[in-house]
């Protein structure tokens, strides 16, 4: 018999995973699930994927195509206010890659990082696979789920904590980082001699004129960020598994040396399309943005509606609702909604425990399905 780590072995068993597994049996649940978009790929990057078909058998360098991280230069002085040299960025398969890269690059073992709670579903797993130190901050839905820097504060320990992970715009919470906020975490950051991890994955989808903010244009704190963007929500790209990380010079070495050991580099195929996504002219994004922004309009008021309350999310596809009038059981409510309604969620709890009792509702998916689904959920509350 083959012998599985203690570490596998102690990983958390997400509610989704088994979902996912019933609604590929079931072709009559309706999914608001998805943590991807539902569009296409931009015409013109179909287009690109044809021509570069029989050019691209090559590994690349661990880093990355240098066209490409010029290119991801130039975008992140444009959209980011960040100044960076290629050689501060490495380019990962996915922006998730970069994540698990970084922390094998950064941390030791035992040593803290400040996570969010709820957040990202893999921020955990990964500082918990290398042994390293989660400790967690809560996000409240009084506080539209707005990290507070005194419980960061609180958590930090002068010895062991290392790093801070933030995620704006947030999954699965569709809260974006005020620069009020984000500028005193600057200031515990400078403090305690920490790294923050800005997980940037949504940087392009956000409403209501809300402003997203690279924590590595706040003053001084360039080479005290390691930011993570991707081009799976930007470009609807997600198979192609395509991201990066930019940090300092020193961190960008380590991270690349560390890619070398795990994937290589990212696939040269996607680099290249990388090249063309970062070349289009926003009008793709935008229209994306456009439509998650009407289905937001919709999903938003009925959930609340139905008596699930439900802060408007300022950015990402996600509503968070509260359900802690029906259970504080979000997975069993989750199971129950799949097999009496037909309709897929995520358990609040796949974010960690201060999700309980909320249920992630995905608004990547077409209007009338949101709606059909939005129906069986506003019954299955109704005879709860
Ligand atoms: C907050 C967050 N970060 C990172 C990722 C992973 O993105 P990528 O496809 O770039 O690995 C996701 C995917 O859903 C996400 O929600």
Not at 118 to 144: H, K
Not at 182 to 210: C, P, R, V
Not at 224 to 234: A, G, M, N
Request: net charge positive.
């Amino acid at each position: 018999m083959v012998h599985i780590s203690e570490r596998e072995r102690q990983l958390p068993e997400q509610a989704i995973e088994k979902l996912i597994e019933i609604m590929v049996e079931d072709k009559s649940i309706l999914s608001l699930g998805p943590g991807e978009p539902d569009f296409d790929l931009p015409k013109p990057l179909i287009a690109q994927i044809k021509r570069l078909a029989d050019k691209c058998n090559h590994y690349s360098p661990a880093g990355g195509l240098i066209e490409l991280r010029e290119a991801i230069c130039r975008k992140l002085r444009r959209d980011n206010k960040i100044t960076a040299d290629p050689e501060n960025v490495v380019v990962t398969s996915g922006s998730q890659e970069a994540l698990l890269l970084a922390s094998m690059s950064l941390l030791d073992v035992s040593e803290q990082v400040l996570i969010p709670n709820p957040s990202y579903m893999a921020f955990l797993p990964t500082i918990e696979l290398l042994s390293a130190s989660p400790r967690f901050f809560e996000l409240n839905e009084e506080a539209d789920f707005e990290p507070s820097p005194d419980e960061i504060r609180k958590q930090i320990d002068p010895k062991k904590t290392k790093v801070i992970i933030l995620n704006s715009p947030a999954n699965p919470t569709g809260n974006v980082l005020k620069r009020k906020t984000m500028e005193e975490i600057a200031d515990i950051a400078i403090e305690n001699n920490l790294t923050i991890f800005s997980d940037e994955a949504y940087e392009k989808i956000t409403y209501d004129g809300a402003k997203h903010i690279s924590f590595a244009s706040l003053n001084g704190m360039k080479d005290r960020v390691l930011t993570f963007q991707s081009f799976s929500k930007t470009y609807a790209m997600c198979g192609f598994r395509l991201g990066y990380v930019v940090g300092s010079k020193a961190a960008a070495e380590a991270i690349k040396k560390t890619h070398i050991y795990s994937t290589i580099c990212a696939p040269t195929i996607s680099q290249k399309l990388g090249i063309k996504a970062l070349s289009l002219p926003k009008k793709y994004t935008d229209a994306m943005v456009k439509e998650y922004d009407k289905r937001r309009k919709v999903i938003v008021p009925r959930l609340n509606e139905m008596g699930l309350s439900t802060p408007n999310p300022k950015g990402a596809f996600y509503t968070f609702s509260n359900v802690k009038h029906l259970t504080n059981d979000s997975r069993r409510f989750a199971f129950e909604l799949l097999k009496k309604a037909k309709v897929a969620v995520v358990p609040g709890t796949d974010f960690g425990d201060a999700g309980k009792g909320y249920i992630r509702c995905s608004f990547a998916t077409k209007l009338p399905i949101i709606e059909k689904a939005l129906d069986r959920l506003e019954k299955f509350v109704k005879n709860k």
